[in-house]
């Protein structure tokens, strides 16, 4: 059995490890030059970063068990400072919220990834940007954008998050009344556009959480962390994960990014009522446009294209954006592929 896998991210992942015991051939081809998607590391200065998901949370025993017990653990860190709340006013409050664990790793969240696939015997092509599929027989070809050949599957199972994964459908040679209806329901999935500015400052703050969230989501600023909570990640002074509100996000995402990572900054030092992080001695910013899902789509025409040999899985698929949801929903939908035998 042949099985392509579009996207490297948590639920590719997981569902190429789902399949690990299996005799399928996984092929996974993924745009970008590394994986894991959108729980994405950088370094720069002798810092690790995550920035994109800030963590994995233990909201789901299957994943707590995978992350803590299955899956090696060395270098994984648990953030132990609580998260604390603020309004759009720039009021912040102590949570008493009874918060989850929250995991990343020493080298970054994309561990989560590379040690998935780490158990498998998938072939992982980077730079590939799979641009369309056709229907052959019973099975599918995939195309790149260069309308270059990738090869023909048994079966295909496409994690993008929704927006590009009904461009893809949309661009799909498949005479099939069912197409026309995938395609509306994955292209109805809302998601919300996140902007992530790095502010790297050569002084530790003396504050005693780990992040800040806006509850009443009517602030420009959306979620507020410090890396130097990780161990491993930050050596010295302190590194600003500021995701910034939807709104503000769209509005201000084709800007020039010096002007939105000053302007990301001042609000921040409001935000803390401490001049000095107006002025970072070093910044970094990463624009996610399709950053987190907020409906899932309905199920039946997603299971309808199952018969035909077409799976789909990420968080969007589970309705929200979290790293522990994409890996269960790649676990369940290679759990399905194996029983299926396709
Ligand atoms: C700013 C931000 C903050 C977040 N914060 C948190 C958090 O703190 N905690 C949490 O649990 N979750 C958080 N999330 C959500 C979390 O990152 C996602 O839920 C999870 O990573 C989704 O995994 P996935 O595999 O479903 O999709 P993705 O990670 O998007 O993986 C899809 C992969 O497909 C690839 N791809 C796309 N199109 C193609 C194509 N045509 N051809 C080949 N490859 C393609 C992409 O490059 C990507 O690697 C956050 C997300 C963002 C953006």
């Known amino acids: 059995m042949e099985l392509a896998i579009v996207g490297a991210g948590a639920a590719g992942a997981a569902a190429a490890y789902a399949l690990r015991e299996t005799d399928h051939e996984v092929t996974v081809f993924e745009k970008s030059h590394g994986v894991c998607g959108r729980a994405a590391t950088r370094r720069k200065h002798g810092c690790t970063y995550d920035h994109g998901a800030n963590y994995i949370k233990a909201d ?3 994943v707590t068990e995978l992350v803590t017990e299955t899956l090696p653990i060395e270098g994984l860190v648990t953030v132990e400072e609580p998260v604390w709340t603020f309004d759009h006013a720039g009021q912040i409050s102590e949570s008493d919220r009874q918060e989850a664990r929250k ?4 080298a970054g969240i994309t561990q989560l990834a590379k040690r998935l696939f780490a158990e498998t015997d998938a072939k992982v092509a980077f730079e590939t940007r799979v641009d369309g599929l056709s229907r052959d027989g019973d099975g599918w070809r995939l195309r790149d954008i260069d309308d270059g050949a990738l090869g023909r599957f048994d079966a295909v199972l496409l994690t993008p998050p929704a ?3 009904a461009d893809l459908l949309a661009a799909t040679d498949w005479d099939d009344p069912l197409a026309e209806e995938l395609t509306a329901a994955v292209d109805a999935v809302p998601f919300r556009t996140i902007y992530s500015v790095l502010l790297h400052y050569p002084f530790e703050l003396d504050v005693p959480w780990y992040g800040l969230v806006n509850t009443d989501r009517d602030h420009e600023v959306g ?5 130097s909570c990780k161990p491993g990640h930050v050596p010295e002074g302190e590194l600003l994960v500021a995701q910034m509100s939807p709104a503000w996000s769209r509005r201000r995402y084709d800007d020039p990014s010096e002007a939105v990572k000053a302007d990301a900054a001042s609000l921040v030092a409001d935000l803390l009522e401490d001049d000095r992080l107006a002025d970072p001695d070093w910044t970094d910013r990463q624009g996610w446009r399709y950053a987190l899902p907020d409906e899932a789509p309905p199920a039946d025409p997603l299971r309808a294209a199952e018969e035909h040999d077409l799976y789909l899985a990420g968080d969007w698929v589970e309705g929200d954006g979290r790293v522990h949801l994409a890996v269960e929903s790649g676990l369940d939908t290679g759990g399905r592929i194996a029983a299926d035998g396709r």
């Open 60 to 62: 789901s025993d299957r």
């Open 103 to 106: 995991w990343s790793y020493e």
């Open 163 to 165: 927006p590009q994964t």
């Open 223 to 227: 979620w507020l962390s410090r890396e």
